[in-house]
């Protein structure tokens, strides 16, 4: 019996492989028997020829890897799909954002706020555009922009619309208010 130099256990003398751990041995030295092919007419070798493959242990970078992969994947991921709804993924730095809110009285005098809620000043042109409910028809302002509107500000823009009284008052029910007959809303122009 003989120590296998791997594992420390006892193995037979004419042992090729360790039978608890593995390991190819390398038999004896020159001066030990040949060690028969396994393969018809080829000729015996030295048992020192006979060379043990180099060790296959388990290594720890390749689960490593990958789970820093699958970790990183997985971060990317989580980043876009709030990135999204945070807007942390606006690539357009310094661009302005204006949000517009019209209001109208009844004879058609009327005004604009452009609130600017990005980080750069700009400007919005367009018209106000009120539409009837009741009849096909719609009036509008002519074409006005905000003019600069610095960040995190709003400008206050006046217009006024020609014969809203004949077209959204209802002359049969004076009670009813002419938002109930008609829309009003501002279309940009680019």
Same mark, same amino acid.
């Not at 193995?11 to 593995?22: E, L, T």
């Not at 809110?101 to 009285?105: A, D, F, I, L, R």
């Not at 009284?165 to 009670?175: A, E, G, L, R």
């Given at each position: 019996m003989k120590t296998c130099p791997y594992c420390a256990e006892q193995?037979?003398?004419?042992?090729?492989?360790?039978?608890?751990?593995?390991e190819m041995l390398v038999l004896g030295d020159a001066h030990s028997a040949p060690v028969a092919s396994p393969w018809a007419g080829e000729a015996p070798r030295p048992a020192s020829a006979v060379v043990a493959p180099p060790s296959r242990k388990r290594s720890w970078v390749l689960p490593l890897l $990958? #789970?820093?992969v699958v970790l990183g994947g997985a971060a990317a991921l989580?980043?876009?799909?709030?990135?999204?709804?945070l807007g942390l993924l606006d690539t357009r730095k310094d661009q302005p954002r204006i949000d517009v809110?019209?209001?109208?009285?009844g004879l058609g005098a009327g005004s604009c706020d452009f609130t600017n809620?990005?980080?750069?000043s700009g400007s919005v042109c367009g018209r106000v555009v009120v539409k009837s409910n009741k009849m096909n028809g719609s009036k509008e302002s002519g074409k006005f922009c905000s003019g600069e509107v610095m960040p995190r500000s709003t400008k206050n823009? $006046? #217009?006024t619309i020609v014969g809203i009284?004949?077209?959204?008052?209802?002359?049969?029910?004076?009670?009813?208010?002419?938002?109930?007959?008609c829309d009003l809303?501002?279309?940009e122009s680019r």
């Open positions: 193995i037979q003398n004419a042992a090729v492989k360790c039978r608890f751990c593995g $990958t #789970f820093l989580v980043y876009y799909a709030l990135g999204r709804d809110q019209c209001t109208m009285n809620t990005g980080t750069a823009v $006046t #217009f009284p004949d077209m959204c008052f209802d002359t049969s029910q004076p009670s009813v208010k002419w938002t109930e007959n809303e501002f279309e």
